[in-house]
């Protein structure tokens, strides 16, 4: 901020700028201080001009003081302290209200700067694929960066040595999952992020006009008066949300950022993979369209450690609200799939589906439209019965026989559709919106993203305490951790359930309300879908009791296909002691028989940066990876 200056007088003239002979970087320059000129104009017309020389003044003494070194220069040490002081004075000197309009003033100059570096990473990658065009080989798909996959794929296989068969099965055989979390420091209200963005629209137009020739006075004018509108309505926008966000709310927000730009941008990332495997690895090694080396899962609406308002009823909601959300997404895209179709000639197989009709593809597509619609009333039906207080058992006004539940059923419906038109000479059609579709079916599901439920483990030895005790065996919260682990080994052998459900109910003197909240968290597993959940995350692991006693948990709950149980290690004593707890816990037959060879473990930043800085917890984070 220190050195981009909010000068009333500067215009945006710069925002069409020939690109051709700018400096990269200087065009960043251009749009920082673009905006900045336009925010202070904004603030001296909205605020006045006593105000907007205040914010001058601070920023002229903040510019001072970095020129001074800071404090990080030994040789400027006592002109650093002296601009410092200078700072602070001025800023003491002002009145609260003139503090709250200065300190917006640089909140906003830095986020839209912040929107002007995200835009310029965005042209660097542009600028790299352009610079690369004429290149021998070369097919722009992906930029040449190392870190990309552009770049990685061919430096493994023409400067390393890989052979292009062992790069093609590790892409198609990996998975990396985000996680979408709903952070406590995000502060900012969805309608200040729209607006960045749109910020950052401008600028992207503003880089497409410079490509294509000057621009004329029409046009610059509308590129100003954008950037003008969105600045101006940022500053006269409240940013702080006045109402605490709930749980499905958070989750609300996550789906937004899947529909807005996720649903587009990953099946267009996959295309231009597709296309630079087949360029650098060979025609033969393309990516198939079941292959999903991007999924996606949230905490949100699944998170309840340290969260009392995310219970059973709350996690629900959200898997039923995004198997509404996903159902409307994928009708809406088969819809543009119908209206591009009128192609008449088909497969037998598919033609068996739908009879002598003129339009095969079309008539085979209504169907399913219609029953993506029917998932959706299907979900709100039972979503409007829960919010109401009500029983989702039985009263279904919709029958699950019409509609899609899991995915493998709509997967299977669209494969045949595309089946049918490579077969009959029509693969530039298959290899459309349609390929894109399915990709998302790869890779988003009919539940758009499982849910993970986190749960802290003293939760689940709380659980099983009030079991033990209820059945007379004893204190489990007693126990020592041989103990625990030779019964937890006999129980998950043994068939015999603890409890039946709601069996809690009926000794209150025993059970607490928070084992009941987490007995009733795993009976709300039970209830759900396949697909609807993702992994169950430990916090504050410390044993393998810990994990095992989730796995008993959820088998005695009646979970058919039980989640996969994550420990998360994240305390510096955990970190330190997490290879010691699994080697024990592999060591354990009746476990590593249930999970098939595979576990998922979680390595923790936060509270081990806490627990002990965050140069030792890093250190930590490697070793215990390392093991």
């Not at 909010?6 to 920082?32: E, F, G, K, P």
């Not at 084992?515 to 209830?527: C, G, K, N």
Request: proline share 4%; glycine share 6%; with cysteine.
């Amino acid at each position: 901020f220190a050195g981009a200056g909010l000068d009333a007088d500067v215009t945006a003239d710069d925002l069409v700028a020939d690109i051709a002979a700018a400096d990269l970087d200087s065009l960043l320059r251009s749009d920082v201080r673009t905006m900045g000129s336009l925010l202070g104009n904004i603030i001296q017309e909205r605020n006045g001009k006593d105000i907007f020389d205040k914010v001058e003044k601070l920023r002229n003494l903040a510019k001072d003081w970095r020129e001074a070194g800071a404090g990080r220069d030994a040789s400027k040490a006592a002109e650093a302290e002296k601009a410092f002081a200078e700072m602070s004075t001025f800023a003491s000197s002002l009145s609260s209200e003139d503090l709250m309009t200065v300190s917006r003033a640089f909140t906003h100059f830095l986020a839209i700067a912040n929107a002007a570096e995200a835009h310029h990473r965005a042209r660097l990658i542009r600028h790299d694929v352009k610079k690369n065009a004429r290149k021998p080989g070369y097919v722009g798909a992906l930029s040449t960066k190392r870190d990309s996959c552009g770049g990685a794929i061919p430096h493994l296989v023409k400067e390393v040595g890989v052979d292009p068969k062992d790069v093609y099965e590790t892409l198609i055989n990996q998975t990396v999952e985000l996680v979408l979390t709903a952070h406590p420091t995000e502060v900012n209200r969805r309608t200040i992020l729209d607006k960045q963005k749109r910020v950052q629209e401008v600028l992207t137009e503003a880089d497409a006009k410079r490509s294509s020739g000057p621009v004329s006075a029409y046009g610059q004018n509308l590129l100003n008066d954008c950037l003008n509108r969105e600045i101006s309505s940022i500053w006269q926008s409240d940013e702080v949300s006045r109402r605490k966000p709930t749980p499905q709310m958070e989750a609300e927000r996550s789906t937004l950022v899947i529909e807005t730009v996720l649903w587009n941008s990953v099946p267009s990332f996959l295309r231009k993979l597709n296309t630079t495997m087949k360029s650098e690895l060979g025609p033969e090694y393309s990516l198939p369209l079941d292959a999903a080396p991007i999924k996606f899962a949230s905490w949100m609406g699944g998170d309840r450690d340290g969260n009392p308002n995310v219970t059973p009823d709350v996690t629900r909601e959200v898997c039923l609200a995004n198997r509404a959300k996903a159902a409307r997404l994928f009708a809406a895209d088969l819809k543009s799939v119908q209206s591009k179709l009128s192609i008449t000639n088909c497969t037998d197989e598919l033609r068996s589906k739908v009879g002598d009709v003129r339009e095969p593809y079309r008539a085979f597509l209504q169907p399913m439209i219609e029953r993506l619609e029917n998932t959706v009333m299907w979900a709100q039906d039972k979503l409007d019965r829960l919010e109401a207080g009500g029983s989702l058992d039985g009263g279904d006004s919709i029958s699950t026989d019409d509609i899609y539940l899991y995915k493998k059923e709509l997967m299977d419906d669209l494969m045949l559709v595309h089946t049918s038109l490579c077969e009959t000479g029509n693969a530039i059609s298959a290899d459309g919106i349609l390929t894109d579709i399915i990709r998302n079916v790869s890779a988003f599901g009919l539940t758009l993203v499982p849910l993970d439920v986190r749960q802290e483990s003293d939760r689940h030895e709380e659980a099983l305490d009030c079991i033990t005790r209820h059945l007379g065996l004893g204190s489990y919260a007693q126990w020592d951790e041989d103990t625990r682990l030779s019964w937890l080994q006999q129980e998950l052998t043994s068939k015999r359930p603890l409890l039946r459900p709601g069996e809690w109910h009926d000794a209150p003197d025993i059970f607490t309300p928070t084992a009941i909240d987490t007995l009733e968290t795993f009976q709300m597993i039970e209830e759900q879908y396949e697909e609807s959940l993702g992994a169950y995350v430990i916090s504050q692991c410390t044993s393998a009791s810990d994990i095992m006693a989730v796995l008993l948990l959820q088998l005695d709950a009646g979970v058919r296909k039980p989640l996969r149980v994550a420990p998360l290690f994240e305390t510096l004593d955990d970190l330190n002691g997490a290879a010691a707890t699994m080697d024990r816990l592999f060591c354990v037959s009746a476990y590593k028989g249930i999970i098939g060879g595979r576990q998922e473990v979680m390595i923790g930043y936060s509270d081990s940066a806490k627990d002990a800085g965050r140069l030792a917890a890093s250190w930590a984070q490697y070793e215990t990876q390392e093991a």
